[in-house]
């Protein structure tokens, strides 16, 4: 079965860090972009960070440049985000989705920071 | 950045009758290879999205065939053909043309009268 799976999520404080995790299984993972979208309570998706699919390019919504920062072991098929200096702003669920076409997306991971 | 208008943005609808959603982007969604990135994507409650349709009318596997997508340039259409009680959610337009950033629509709000 074609999935991912997120992890990592949890409850920060403003400034802090917190590093997300994706597992990919069912799929050849090393042959497709990723992607991280997130979801802030009550709101609609807005697409986070692209990585290609040999972590040569890497694409940033301008709200988390230079503070997050995404990443992939495709020995471990897995995507990463690191999230850092994070913000009341960055609470969200966050998901994991297989790029460009996002056809392929994870439950999500809460992430909270208050 | 390419920004998605859809409208309504909430639509309550009658079990059987059809629905339709309009997502217009600020500019032409045609990519230089002549193909358009406009997909659709439905979340219903507590759930993640689910992509619907890709490439403006192409229909993932095991997507009903009472949704329908059409529309080219800037203005474009999902429509259900006969709501089902499963069809509660929210839908999403997303252009993946002009990136980055990818941008989605503001979401359009499908419940029951």
């Known amino acids: 079965e074609v999935q991912v799976v997120e992890s990592g999520g949890g409850l920060v404080q403003p400034g802090e860090s917190l590093r997300l995790s994706c597992a990919a299984s069912?799929?050849?993972?090393?042959?497709?972009?990723m992607s991280w979208v997130r979801q802030a309570p009550g709101k609609g998706l807005e697409w986070v960070a692209n990585?290609?699919?040999?972590?040569?390019?890497?694409y940033y919504v301008d709200s988390v440049k230079g503070r997050f920062t995404i990443s992939r072991d495709n020995a471990k098929n897995s995507l990463y985000l690191q999230m850092d200096s994070l913000r009341a702003e960055d609470t969200a669920v966050y998901y994991c989705?297989?790029?460009?076409?996002?056809?392929?997306w994870g439950q999500g991971t809460m992430v909270t920071v208050s | 950045d390419v920004v998605m208008t859809q409208s309504p943005i909430s639509l309550p609808v009658t079990l059987g009758q059809p629905a339709s959603i309009s997502c217009r982007s600020s500019?032409?969604?045609?990519?230089?290879?002549?193909?358009?990135?406009l997909n659709w994507f439905q979340q219903r409650p507590g759930q993640s999205p689910r992509r619907l349709i890709y490439?403006?009318?192409k229909r993932d596997s095991g997507v009903p065939d009472r949704f329908s997508g059409s529309g080219s340039g800037t203005d474009f259409t999902l429509k259900i053909s006969r709501v089902e009680a499963e069809d509660v959610g929210v839908y999403y337009c997303?252009?993946?043309?002009?990136?980055?950033?990818?941008?989605f629509g503001q979401g359009t709000k499908v419940e029951i009268k």
């Open positions: 989705a297989r790029a460009r076409g996002f056809e392929i």
């Open positions: 069912g799929f050849t993972f090393s042959s497709y972009w």
């Open positions: 500019q032409s969604l045609v990519h230089s290879n002549g193909n358009t990135y």
């Open positions: 997303m252009q993946g043309t002009h990136w980055p950033p990818w941008t």
């Open positions: 490439e403006v009318s």
């Open positions: 990585i290609k699919h040999d972590g040569s390019e890497k």
